[in-house]
Each structure stands twice: as structure tokens, then as C-alpha cells.
């Protein structure tokens, strides 16, 4: 799969307002990365990532604390349930990004959650939209 055309496909078909959700794993100084790809979302297409690349270690504390934060409560997300949806909500998240090498988040999982769409599919690379009716609190 060529990220390259993926890349295109999202700067082109996803709203740049959008916020990303990625599988992400423990990395250096207590920061995160994106484990299947969903680091480069930020840089290369200017949407939002709960995984940016690693240089966001280098911003202000605040912005530190939450992505650490943010990041390591998406890489305990591993069903389609209450918490998932829940964090959807809270993060304002509105794509879940699948990579090459996934997580946490597996396609099964994914493709059978009632709160996403799948939206862009390459090989083995999904993007799902998370239904509108999702993002709405009560």
C-alpha cells in the first residue's frame, strides 16, 4: 500500500477540521507514537492526530501532558463499547485511521462497530468516519 496515496486521499476527501484517532504504543520520555502509520497524518495532511509525530515532546507542558494523556487512553481502547464511544465523544474524535500494522484497534473490531463508517480502504488500510449522532452529547 503506498502511504503516498493514502496521503493524497485523505488531504482530499477529509474534511481538514478532522480529528484523528490512531492505535498508539509507549514511546520515549513517556511520549507516544503511532503504531501503524497514523504519525504522519498531522504533518503531511494538517488534520488532527491523537498521535503526532514525536517532535510534539519538544511544545509546552500543557500540550505534553494532554497528548501523553490522550495517547495513552487510546491505546487501551480495544473494543467497540461504552469507553470507545465515550472517548470518540470527549476527543471530538470524527476518523479512526487503521494502518498497515495495526494495534489495539483491529479491523474486526472497526468494520463491526456500529458508531463508524468506513469511508477509504486501500489493502489493508481503512479510514472509518464516526457517525455524527456519536459526537452528540445529551
Not at 7 to 24: D, H, M, S
Not at 96 to 118: F, H, I, R, S, T
Request: aromatic share 10%.
Amino acid at each position: 500500500t503506498s502511504g503516498t496515496s493514502v496521503q493524497r486521499g485523505l488531504y482530499r476527501k477529509i474534511p481538514r477540521q478532522a480529528r484523528f484517532l490512531v492505535n498508539t504504543a509507549p514511546w520515549e520520555w513517556g511520549s507516544f507514537r503511532g503504531t501503524d502509520g497514523g504519525a504522519w497524518i498531522l504533518p503531511m495532511t494538517g488534520r488532527w492526530s491523537v498521535a503526532p509525530p514525536p517532535l510534539h515532546a519538544i511544545g509546552n507542558k500543557e500540550y505534553i501532558d494532554y497528548t501523553a494523556r490522550t495517547a495513552k487512553q487510546a491505546g487501551q481502547l480495544g473494543a467497540c463499547d461504552e469507553r470507545f464511544t465515550q472517548f470518540l465523544r470527549e476527543e471530538q474524535i470524527t476518523h479512526v485511521y487503521l494502518g498497515v500494522k495495526p494495534g489495539n484497534l483491529k479491523k474486526e473490531m472497526l468494520d463491526n462497530c456500529p458508531a463508524l463508517v468506513q469511508v477509504y480502504r486501500q489493502g489493508p488500510v481503512r479510514v472509518y468516519a464516526v457517525e455524527q449522532m456519536v459526537l452528540k452529547t445529551n
